[in-house]
T-cell receptor, first 115, second 110 residues
Framework: DGGITQSPKYLFRKEGQNVTLSCEQN?????MYWYRQDPGQGLRLIYY???????QKGDIAEGYSVSREKKESFPLTVTSAQKNPTAFYLC??????????????FGPGTRLTVT | LAKTTQPISMDSYEGQEVNITCSHN???????ITWYQQFPSQGPRFIIQ???TKVTNEVASLFIPADRKSSTLSLPRVSLSDTAVYYC???????????FGSGTKLNVKP
């Protein structure tokens, strides 16, 4: 079964702690993305990666970090520098270029609550 | 990227056809129109993509007039399970850094 997995589904942390969200895909896609969604809002792009060992900042990268050491994995770390980390985090993947690049496949999301 | 404008929300009843229109006055020659559907607490799902005229798949139809400055997503005979947020995005078909706006929240009533 091909797809994207994110874990955990719900995550609770204390303020001041870093937390890493997992994202794995077995679709053989080159590109992967992280989005943040707040209640009633659209998705905002945090980071994206077009290829292994390369990634770019999205619109709201401050307070977040990523790595792309393997094609299948794109973990997101929410650092203590992120002022308002409580949100729904979505990971996606797509072919990097060519026809089909615009069809992104999304994971089930991780709901992070920081208190 | 071409900016898109779509209604914030729409109401419909089961069994009706629903048409959601998206405006994209600044669409470029090589831009495609792509629609996604998102259910609560889930990631968006690709529905349909088109360049001009009409595209139909098992889920929806996409109507694009000749000037391509707008497009209409048509959902035939909606059911309660079609209650979701629908996003309209515009960009080249080989482009993957999209802007998801707030979308249109469709509420299907019994």
């Amino acid at each position: 079964d091909g797809g994207i997995t994110q874990s955990p589904k719900y995550l609770f942390r204390k303020e001041g702690q870093n937390v890493t969200l997992s994202c794995e895909q077995n679709l053989n896609h080159d590109a992967m993305y992280w989005y943040r969604q707040d209640p009633g809002q659209g998705l905002r792009l945090i980071y994206y990666s077009q290829i292994v060992n390369d990634f770019q900042k999205g619109d709201i990268a401050e307070g977040y970090s990523v790595s792309r050491e393997k094609k299948e994995s794109f973990p997101l770390t929410v650092t203590s520098a992120q002022k308002n980390p409580t949100a729904f985090y979505l990971c996606a993947s797509s072919p990097s270029t060519g026809q089909g690049a615009s069809e992104q496949y999304f994971g089930p999301g991780t709901r992070l609550t920081v208190t | 990227l071409a900016k898109t404008t779509q209604p914030i929300s729409m109401d419909s009843y089961e069994g009706q056809e629903v048409n959601i229109t998206c405006s994209h006055n600044n669409i470029a020659t090589n831009d495609y129109i792509t629609w996604y559907q998102q259910f609560p607490s889930q990631g968006p799902r690709f529905i349909i993509q088109g360049y001009k005229t009409k595209v139909t798949n098992e889920v929806a139809s996409l109507f694009i007039p000749a000037d391509r400055k707008s497009s209409t997503l048509s959902l035939p005979r909606v059911s309660l399970s079609d209650t979701a947020v629908y996003y309209c995005l515009v960009g080249p078909s080989n482009f993957n850094k999209f802007y998801f706006g707030s979308g249109t929240k469709l509420n299907v009533k019994p």
